[in-house]
Nanobody
Framework: QVQLVESGGGLVQPGGSLRLSCVAS????????MGWYRQTPGKQREWVAV???????NYEDSVKGRFTISRDNANNTVYLQIDSLKPEDTAVYYC??????????????????????WGQGTQVTVSS
């Protein structure tokens, strides 16, 4: 299992920005794909962004143009830059990796129930 520690959340006004970080344990980060997810109370966890080991990215439609995923292989860290924050972005944000899932194939990151472990997440609250 890859251990994950998310950070960088907080209380932000609408229109503001945040950069979330996720540090992964182990020595295989550079060959792992990484994804960001979020969950609000009473709703299922949802995927928002993914980055492959080569740096290709993909985003859920509702966050395209505002969210940017990136990675720093030297520091085993994946980032999520969130701009133009909206109240509906309020959620606990989590990262995960293709090393922590029973799913396989191109869309492994969409199979939320297939992950075998998660980090503690980081709370993002967008409010005036």
């Amino acid at each position: 299992q890859v251990q994950l520690v998310e950070s960088g959340g907080g209380l932000v006004q609408p229109g503001g920005s945040l950069r979330l970080s996720c540090v992964a344990s182990g020595s295989i980060f550079s060959i792992s794909a990484m994804g960001w997810y979020r969950q609000t109370p009473g709703k299922q966890r949802e995927w928002v962004a993914v980055i492959t080991k080569l740096g290709s990215t993909n985003y859920e439609d509702s966050v395209k143009g505002r969210f940017t995923i990136s990675r720093d292989n030297a520091n085993n860290t994946v980032y999520l830059q969130i701009d133009s924050l909206k109240p509906e972005d309020t959620a606990v944000y989590y990262c995960n990796t293709d090393r922590n899932t029973r799913a396989y194939g191109v869309y492994w990151y969409r199979a939320i129930q297939a992950f075998t472990s998660w980090g503690q997440g980081t709370q993002v609250t967008v409010s005036s």
